[in-house]
């Protein structure tokens, strides 16, 4: 079973900053959260991924809380072609990716 | 960057059939997992291999399930006696083996059993 839960929807208007929250209250101190995101008719595609820092790469911004019990997802300028299902998955070392349902953001122009 | 393939795109098939389906994995990853996707749910885990060895199924895989990696490259997954609810995509990722490696996931396989 996930170990995340994510709201089902959200949306998003074009140019703005998409803010895609995770809870994982249970969440232990070795394991990492990752997100994914599939766009329609692909397979998955990674965005990030983080134990307790902050991270940002090119594609998104990960905020953990200090208790780790929650993070958010930051697109800065969602683009149409940011329209997606966005997964947020706990993982714990050699376990594989267990994916929920993720949220379906929708980017409106 | 050739990324994870996956063929066929789509697949149609009666019920009963027998039906195989082909990922080729990243090149240098030695890690190669099946995952199935049914409509509104995000992918859910069947088995991986590390090189040859077919290290893990999930209890939910039936009998009808067999996946193979022969030489550790290619991956075949095959259904047989097919049924319809089996009619799911099939996706296939890989990675390198140091645990928490990221996926790279093919564009799956769409079946339908009719």
């Known amino acids: 079973d996930a170990k995340t839960t994510q709201p089902p929807s959200m949306d998003c208007a074009e140019g703005r900053a998409a803010n895609l929250p995770c809870n994982h209250s249970?969440?232990?101190?070795?394991?990492?959260v990752y997100w994914y995101r599939q766009i329609h008719s692909q397979g998955p595609q990674y965005i990030i991924h983080g134990l307790k820092n902050n991270e940002t790469n090119e594609m998104a911004s990960l905020i953990i809380t200090e208790d780790r019990k929650s993070s958010t997802l930051i697109l800065p300028h969602a683009t149409l072609r940011d329209t997606a299902v966005y997964y947020c998955?706990?993982?714990?070392?050699?376990?594989?990716?267990?994916f929920g349902p993720g949220t379906r953001l929708s980017v409106l122009p | 960057d050739t990324g994870v393939s996956q063929n066929p795109r789509h697949k149609i098939t009666k019920r009963g059939q027998n039906v195989t389906f082909r990922c080729d994995p990243i090149?240098?990853?030695?890690?190669l997992y099946w995952y199935r996707q049914t409509l509104g749910q995000g992918p859910e885990f069947l088995t991986y291999?590390?090189?040859?060895?077919?290290?893990?199924k999930s209890r939910l895989l039936s009998d009808r399930f067999s996946a193979e990696r022969p030489k550790g490259s290619f991956s075949t997954l095959e259904i047989q006696r097919t049924e319809q609810g089996d009619s799911a995509m099939y996706l296939c990722?890989?990675?390198?083996?140091?645990?928490?490696?990221?996926?790279?996931f093919g564009s799956g396989t769409q079946l339908s059993v009719l």
């Open positions: 090149s240098e990853h030695n890690r």
């Open positions: 998955i706990v993982l714990s070392y050699g376990q594989n990716f267990v």
């Open positions: 249970t969440i232990s101190g070795n394991e990492y």
């Open positions: 291999f590390q090189n040859e060895a077919q290290l893990e």
């Open positions: 990722a890989s990675s390198l083996s140091t645990g928490r490696e990221k996926l790279f």
